[in-house]
């Protein structure tokens, strides 16, 4: 499974399963399944036609893949990241607050030590994307932080311009 979180304008460049994006203007919808945050909720499309909208949290199943996602307070629960496990936690905040942005943060680094599966999350901060990825088996549990890209794929982590 190929997850792209970034603009849907490299989108064409890697051949992803799911697009992760917080703007949708001008896209076509080529990829199979598009995750947009508009900054309160989380619209899933399946090649253009929208599956689900969501505010709070939902596990989403691709084949024998599941993600769980879980947007604002739902990233404070820890019962999220204990019963049921996912195969990744991909999480969604926005705010504007330094405090909260650093609280959310803390939220999904327990949340991938507690659970011992992955936290990727997306942060609008002041009207920037910031990504990250927390594992509980890196030295400091996270694996990746920064505004560029993230490309997941079962086995590698491209973020920016490495390949």
């Not at 979180?5 to 919808?29: A, P, R, W």
């Not at 999480?91 to 909260?100: A, G, H």
Request: glycine share 8%; net charge negative; aromatic share 18%.
């Amino acid at each position: 499974m190929k997850i792209l979180s970034g603009s849907h304008f490299i989108s064409s460049e890697y051949d992803v399963d799911i697009l992760i994006t917080t703007d949708v203007k001008g896209y076509n919808f080529s990829v199979p399944y598009t995750f947009y945050f508009d900054g309160n909720k989380v619209y899933i499309y399946q090649y253009g036609i929208l599956k689900y909208t969501i505010d709070k949290k939902i596990d989403v199943k691709f084949e024998d893949f599941i993600l769980r996602v879980l947007i604002g307070n739902e990233i404070g629960i820890i019962e999220n990241y204990d019963k049921a496990k996912p195969d990744l936690f991909v999480c969604f905040e926005k705010t504007n607050y330094p405090s909260k942005f650093f609280y959310r943060k803390a939220q999904m680094w327990v949340g991938a030590q507690v659970s011992n599966v992955n936290v990727f999350g997306h942060i609008i901060y002041n009207g920037v994307v910031n990504r990250m990825l927390f594992s509980s088996k890196s030295q400091d549990g996270r694996l990746f932080e920064g505004t560029t890209y993230v490309l997941l794929n079962n086995e590698e982590l491209v973020f920016g311009n490495q390949e």
